[in-house]
């Protein structure tokens, strides 16, 4: 029989379809316009962060990761499809930061660098994100944005071990979502404007 932590990884699971499900709706009827490298270069860091994760113990708290590259990965493909493809020198950073993460782990068998490193890099790689949402914050998705907000604590207390290597990434992506959302709706405010 299932744990609480085995259901919370579950709800955690199913949130982050949830929320996808809506962003990709977005996507679909014109209103969402995904940067197509910058979800690329979540995606990678999202694998790197998975398997790191799982080595230190995550369990099912880490399902959500595995979940998130995946569908990050499928997005950037939608957005190379429609060509919103632009390289921004924040995107090349974070993907370097993302190499040289899963190369300190490499080197030290100790996960934490990589956790470190991938952290650092989504935060950085949604600095275009940023930008995005106070320039044009109609093509973004709040609400699939704000899902995050709350799915990745549930995720958080699904970890099987709770230590910074297994916390840190997920508590980074709350933090990146809840900045998207602010400006996201800053922005919506500020210009008066209903979307489409």
């Given at each position: ?58 369990g099912a708290g880490a399902w959500v990761l595995g ?25 090349w950073l974070a993907l370097i930061g993302g190499l ?90 500020q210009l008066g404007k209903k979307p489409m």
């Amino acid at each position: 029989m299932a744990d609480y932590k085995t259901y919370l990884g579950i709800l955690s699971v199913a949130l982050q379809l949830i929320s996808y499900s809506i962003y990709f709706t977005g996507i679909w009827k014109g209103r969402t316009k995904p940067h197509a490298f910058t979800w690329m270069v979540w995606g990678f860091i999202s694998v790197i962060a998975f398997t790191a994760i799982i080595s230190a113990g995550g369990g099912a708290g880490a399902w959500v990761l595995g979940i998130n590259a995946l569908l990050c990965l499928t997005i950037s493909a939608i957005g190379f499809k429609q060509k919103r493809v632009t390289y921004d020198l924040y995107d090349w950073l974070a993907l370097i930061g993302g190499l040289l993460g899963v190369f300190l782990w490499w080197q030290t068998k100790d996960p934490l660098y990589a956790v470190i490193l991938v952290a650092l890099s989504d935060s950085t790689s949604a600095i275009p994100t940023f930008r995005k949402a106070y320039r044009l914050p109609f093509e973004e998705n709040a609400l699939a944005f704000s899902i995050g907000i709350v799915n990745y604590p549930i995720a958080i207390l699904a970890l099987r071990t709770l230590n910074i290597t297994t916390w840190l990434y997920p508590a980074t992506i709350v933090l990146v979502d809840a900045i998207i959302v602010a400006i996201i709706f800053f922005r919506r405010r500020q210009l008066g404007k209903k979307p489409m």
